[in-house]
């Protein structure tokens, strides 16, 4: 959040040359730029070091900047730069999202992407303040937005993959995620399963019990369903 929001609100002071230009070069040509890129990363490359490459690459883009800059006669340079910066930053950004929907488990996904998403949004506030750091001297902007996008992106290394994983549907799965422990638990879980759908202990459906003549308790299906053979209205 913080890479991708520092370019967009920055444009006019960041990135020499016509801010007009550059806004159409930076936040529309890194839309289609980053179409392509989005999807390597969610499908070939996987989401931790698809994350990692967007978020460093960034980074990278953003400390060349420092140099660039100063090149006063191309000025057009600066908008390219930060064109396939954004780009990445803008494919982070997504990846993101997906990551978080996977890797918390199912009672606590809303209210962890929530939160994450909450948190994010102190990068937006922080960043319309980075240009001021350019008082003190002119790389320093560039050298934050640069540093931060890449040790984020080294600290992601050390979370697990979702991709092509089993995702976790409990709290106690969530806690092993990525672990060998989640292997076997996950494991003892497909045989527990298999074996409870053998034919013996299958539950006898309503159209069966009707051919056979079987006698039932409807309340064992629903206590409420009370509109069979020889049951009244509740």
Not at 145 to 153: H, S
Not at 171 to 180: H, R, S, Y
Request: aromatic share 10%; hydrophobic share 40%.
């Amino acid at each position: 959040v913080f890479a991708n929001y520092a370019v967009r609100l920055n444009i006019g002071t960041l990135i020499p040359g016509n801010i007009y230009l550059n806004m159409y070069i930076v936040l529309g040509l890194s839309s289609v730029l980053g179409a392509p890129v989005s999807y390597i990363v969610l499908y070939k490359i996987g989401r931790v070091k698809g994350f990692t490459l967007a978020l460093v690459s960034s980074g990278l883009f953003s400390l060349s900047m420092i140099g660039i800059v100063t090149l006063t006669d191309i000025p057009f340079l600066a908008a390219v730069t930060s064109l396939i910066g954004t780009a990445f930053a803008t494919t982070a950004f997504g990846i993101v999202y997906v990551y978080s929907g996977e890797i918390f488990p199912t009672p606590a996904r809303a209210a962890g992407l929530g939160g994450g998403s909450s948190f994010g949004r102190i990068g937006g506030l922080i960043t319309p303040q980075l240009p001021l750091l350019a008082k003190a001297w002119y790389g320093l902007p560039y050298l934050v937005m640069g540093i931060i996008p890449i040790l984020t992106g080294i600290m992601a290394l050390l979370l697990p993959e979702t991709m092509n994983k089993t995702l976790p549907e409990t709290l106690l799965e969530g806690e092993l995620f990525g672990t060998e422990k989640y292997d076997n638990l996950y494991k003892e879980k497909n045989e527990g399963t298999s074996q409870a759908e053998t034919d013996s202990t299958k539950p006898q459906t309503l159209n069966n019990c009707y051919s056979t003549g079987h006698q039932f308790d409807s309340t064992s299906i629903d206590p409420y369903y009370t509109d069979l053979p020889g049951r009244g209205h509740m």
